[in-house]
């Protein structure tokens, strides 16, 4: 089972990565361009070997323990 | 009355903080594998700088799942003294020991300089032996060392007296020019409410020796030693 992960900055929390790309991109000939905020893609399978009924709660508790802090980040799961 | 140093893997303080605790205080100390699980005839833990498991993901972020941290947990329950510095301060907020967390520096560099710190609270053992408002002169090099927190939990650390110190100027002024990360509050190190975990991204173990600039950062650990010889 493939499933997609996307972690956010939450909008309070300052991303200086970010504002570095937004701000260099009018020297990459880029314009128009307000505001970039830098994220993390993860790309998970999970094991067959895992019940389906499981599958579900050990996706959500990966996303919320392990690949988010939940005092600055936010996420999304993609069930495919 | 025995210390212990935490080696997670891609730590590089490790040597520094046992030879600064060693130097310092003259007591015991020990090297502490991320493995371990016994924190048995240990008085007080150093979590060093470094980059823990190469802080992939957040930094601090793998370590909070070494076996060691379950144990440090315990460790703190039962009142022993915990004292984290730069990556140790980030696995300890990613830990929940410590409100808050580490982002990235707000002008996108790694700082590595020495700066003046204003001792904000003497009520914890890491700072007893500093008069509140004294400035420290102690360095710091991070890349990730803007604390952040929400307002409600700024609130607190400073309803608490829980802000340990802040980065200030020469004349201890909290101005913006002397935050070096973007810090909120300019806050450089807080403490747990059991008061027994601080947290700081400057390094009192690179500041412990005339020869190194300052000796500043003794001041921590000698405080650490009087509160555990009167515990």
């Known amino acids: 089972m493939q499933i997609k992960v996307i972690v956010t900055l939450k909008p309070t929390v300052l991303d200086p990565q970010g504002m570095t790309i937004q701000r260099n991109l009018e020297t990459a000939g880029i314009s128009g361009v307000n505001d970039v905020r830098q994220g993390k893609y993860f790309d998970i399978e999970v094991s067959d070997d895992v019940a389906e009924a499981d599958r579900r709660a050990l996706v959500e508790r990966l996303a919320k323990d392990v690949l988010t802090n939940p005092v600055i980040e936010n996420y999304q799961i993609v069930w495919d | 009355m025995k210390f212990g140093v935490v080696v997670f893997p891609g730590a590089y303080c490790d040597h520094d903080c046992y030879y600064a605790v060693k130097t310092v205080t003259g007591k015991p100390v020990e090297f502490v594998w991320h493995q371990e699980t016994s924190l048995e005839g240990f008085d007080a833990l150093v979590l060093p700088g470094g980059f823990s498991y190469g802080d992939y993901l957040r930094v601090g972020a793998i370590a909070k799942f070494s076996p060691v941290m379950r144990s440090v947990k315990a460790f703190v329950d039962r009142g022993g003294l915990v004292i984290g510095i730069c990556n140790g301060f980030q696995v300890l907020t990613e830990s929940g020991l410590l409100p808050g967390a580490l982002l990235k520096n707000a002008g996108s560099r790694y700082v590595c300089r020495y700066l003046h710190l204003r001792t904000e609270t003497s009520s914890t053992p890491f700072t007893s032996g500093i008069e509140r408002g004294r400035l420290l002169h102690i360095p710091i090099g991070h890349g990730d060392g803007n604390y952040h927190a929400d307002e409600d939990t700024l609130h607190r650390l400073e309803d608490n007296d829980q802000i340990a110190f802040r980065y200030v100027d020469a004349d201890g002024g909290p101005t913006p020019e002397a935050n070096p990360n973007g810090s909120a509050g ?46």
């Open chain 2, 186 to 231: 300019n806050i450089a190190g807080i403490v747990n409410e059991g008061r027994n975990v601080l947290g700081m991204m400057p390094h009192p173990d690179r500041s412990f020796d005339s020869i190194l600039g300052s000796e500043d950062g003794c001041l921590i650990f000698e405080s650490m030693v009087t509160a555990l010889t009167h515990a």
